[in-house]
């Protein structure tokens, strides 16, 4: 008993070690393969099928969260590679996942990234801080501090873009508070330098210009202990240089602006911040006054001819809108109309509205007249709507919040009441698809007797065209046997009469008489066999081989002129139609119709072969144009098609459709031949 006991342990310890050990190398396999899908050297094919593949085998370990953390690696390599769609999809479900599992970090992080998206990528404000204040909200609760820090900078400058100056202001103030307040970590330099920038640009805009100097200082300082610090350094220092000018002090501003033109490696490196610098820099001298008009002209055009080879809109209006009050205020009317017009041109494609504004202001001075109302009309009229936006603004991101906080409780309550309402979903489904069912039922009974009712009209109307035919082949017949009659007994009576009158005198004169009469006798017999052969041909039936193939052949000769198709009809003899019922025939005449009517509208086809042969007792039915053809295994869903299949069965036939793209198609009906 003791021995088997032992065996059984070590059975069990054997298998949980061989478990442990498939389960580690499965991990080691999965943290590879993530790896791999990070590496910038392989294709973007590559990256996402290792990611992939990660969370395939995160699926096996049944571990929750090894799956989470494959599946946000996925989302990380979507960014990466452009797949911006499927960043989205990915990290929603990573949200949905997260908020399953109750892992705050998780919804936290996931939030965090759908903030991003919809503010960088998407464009939209309003759902990017709403999924900011989410993860914000997380981040408090878990007290990490340096993610808060980074998600408040992200709602600051949501609201800066939004003109809620002074929210954005608190928000990064708070930021700011709590990065300078934190250990070293690892991103601590570029997150104050962020939130020092944006400092500055709002406090310029709440006219704050000594505050927003302190703020852009403190940023170019940190701009030194930072990863690629030197291109961020002289967009700070032109934005200290734009804060010196608003502020008023235009020598220390054109001190830096020059400075930032000396730089050799800007011009080379990224043209465009060079020649919105040069721009600024030739309207401070403008501001300034004691200019030389030549040598600004020349670099406000140069810069203006910078922005319009590289297409860059933005620098493109800036300096047409700053040329404009140049030559305006060298009384260069003309000009200053020009270039006034141009960047009003401009700024209706561009989202800059303080520039589009102006614009419109320069264009109301320039012009006179009812131009000049309709410019200053046009003015009030956006500046008034502006103001509009940015008052219902101020408490949108307020409202925001409430309703975030609100939607949480409405989300508790609907957990609770979903449970009442899957007991009563439960019995309204099964009422529903009882009452679906006996609905369905009923329609199914309908449209059978629809069907039923529609078949017996489609007999009645294919007798009454067999009626018609059959009176207009009697009446054929009778007038073809009047004619015989009336040539036989009539015409041909007479000619034989003169025949043998002329034959009982042929002896009586000289052989030259006797040869005449003789050429007369010869040329009445031809004439008497000729009426002959046409009386007997008037007096055959030709009803047979008619009637029903008529009616066909009508058919197509009608429907082929009305398409603008040629066509070859062949039939056989041997079919006795008679015999055949006349349920067939309507949907033999059905089926043709239908064909030809599909040929028409879809096949694009010249030509088109009909055939009705009989091979083996089976009526053969072949329909073949030389249209575009088509896929047989995609494209028989068309009410046409369905029809044509619905009618050969109904018949006990069997037809097939062969077809290629571009090779036309071939339609093949076998009917029992009864």
Known sequence: MKVKIFCLLFIILISSAVYSQEKHELLDSIILLRENSTKSSLSKEKRINFAKRAVELSLKTKIDSTLLKSERNLSFIYLMTGEYDLFRDSTLKNLSFAQKLNDS?????????????????????????????????????????????????????????????????????????????????????????????????????????????????????????????????????????????????????????????????????DITFYALILNNYTFTKFLKGNYDYKSLEKDFHKALKIADSIDDSYTKLAASIDLAKFYKANNEFNSALNYAKQSYKISKDIPINELYLESMFLLSDLTKGEE???????????????????????????????????????????????????????????????????????????????????????????????????????????????????????????????????????????????????????????????IRKISHELNTDFVSGSGFMDIVSELIENQTKAYGLTYEFNYTDDISWDSVSNKTKINIYRIIQESMQNIYKHANAKAIKISISLEKDVICLDIIDDGEGFDTSKSKKGIGLKNMMSRVEDINGKITFTSQSGNGTTVNVKIPYE
């Open 372 to 530: 000049s109302k309709n410019y200053l009309k046009e003015h009030i009229k956006l500046s008034d709507s502006l103001l509009k936006v940015e008052r219902a603004v101020r408490n949108k991101f307020a409202r925001i919040e409430y309703e975030t906080d609100q939607l949480e409780a409405e989300n508790k309550q609907i957990s609770r009441e979903n449970l009442y309402l899957l007991i009563l979903s439960a019995g309204l489904l099964l009422t529903a698809i009882l009452v679906y069912l006996f609905i369905s039922q009923r329609a199914k009974n309908r449209k059978l007797k629809l069907i039923q009712v529609q078949q017996k009209a489609n007999e009645d109307i294919y007798n009454l065209m067999l009626s018609q035919q059959d009176k207009v082949d009697e009446a054929r017949t009778l007038e073809k046997k009047r004619i015989s009659e009336e040539l036989h007994d009539g015409v041909l009576g007479r000619l034989f009469g003169t025949r043998l009158s002329l034959d009982s005198i042929n002896f009586k004169d000289g052989k030259d008489a006797m040869m005449t009469r003789a050429n007369y006798i010869g040329q009445l017999k031809i004439i008497e066999e000729d």
């Open 105 to 269: 970090s998780a919804i936290a992080r996931s939030s965090s990234n759908l903030g991003f998206y919809y503010y960088q990528i998407a464009d939209n404000t309003s759902e990017s801080y709403s999924y900011y204040l989410q993860a914000l909200k997380y981040y408090d609760a878990l007290n990490v501090l340096n993610e808060k820090a980074a998600v408040l900078t992200a709602l600051a400058t949501i609201q800066d873009d939004e003109k809620d100056y002074l929210g954005s202001e608190q928000n990064a103030i708070e930021a700011l508070k709590i990065i300078n307040s934190l250990e070293e970590y690892e991103s601590q330099n570029l997150d104050k330098y962020y939130a020092y920038n944006l400092l500055g640009l709002v406090s310029l805009k709440l006219e704050n210009y000594e505050q927003s100097i302190d703020y852009h200082n403190q940023a170019f300082d940190v701009t030194k202990t930072i990863d690629d610090g030197e291109s961020k350094a002289l967009q700070t220092l032109n934005n200290l240089a734009f804060a010196y000018r608003e502020k008023g002090e235009l020598d220390r501003s054109l001190e830096i602006f020059g400075e930032l033109l000396q730089n050799k490696e800007l011009k080379e490196n």
